[in-house]
């Protein structure tokens, strides 16, 4: 048995012609196509109920959605709004301590750069796809 040799080749080194054997004994045994479907619809379940949990978070945290019932285009569009709110209060708040004296960490406001130049780039995708849907708010 070498040093570079893998732990296959040393079974197989081990047995001799017999290694096959020992090879596909270590082998786990393949799915039928049965277990993968439930394999997968079990996956998709996981997913769908991570995706909803989600979305109740969301109308917990959002102001105005709670009792709506649950459409995602609404909780969606009440998440974007909001957060361009609590961004524009972010900045209302930085401009009001900075005009009386008071200073900002460097990192609350490069979040609000970031945030500009990624309302910029969403505005130039919309342009480019062919327009806005007109919900555009000032960030």
Do not use: C
């Not at 379940?45 to 105005?64: H, M, N, S, W, Y």
């Amino acid at each position: 048995m070498s040093e570079y040799s893998s732990p296959g080749e040393n079974a197989f080194l081990a047995t001799g012609t017999n290694g096959a054997q020992a090879l596909a004994q270590d082998e786990k045994p393949r799915l039928t196509e049965e277990e993968k479907k439930k394999n997968h619809i079990a996956s998709e379940q996981k997913r769908r109920q991570a995706i909803r949990e989600g979305f109740d978070k969301l109308t917990e945290i959002v102001p105005g959605i709670e009792g709506q019932g649950r459409s995602e285009g609404i909780v969606l569009q009440a998440t974007v709004n909001y957060s361009r709110e609590q961004i524009e209060e972010r900045r209302r708040l930085i401009h009001m301590i900075e005009s009386n004296g008071g200073t900002v960490d460097e990192n609350l406001k490069a979040y609000l750069a970031w945030a500009e130049q990624r309302e910029r780039e969403l505005e130039e995708q919309a342009r480019k796809k062919g327009g806005s849907n007109g919900t555009r708010r000032k960030v």
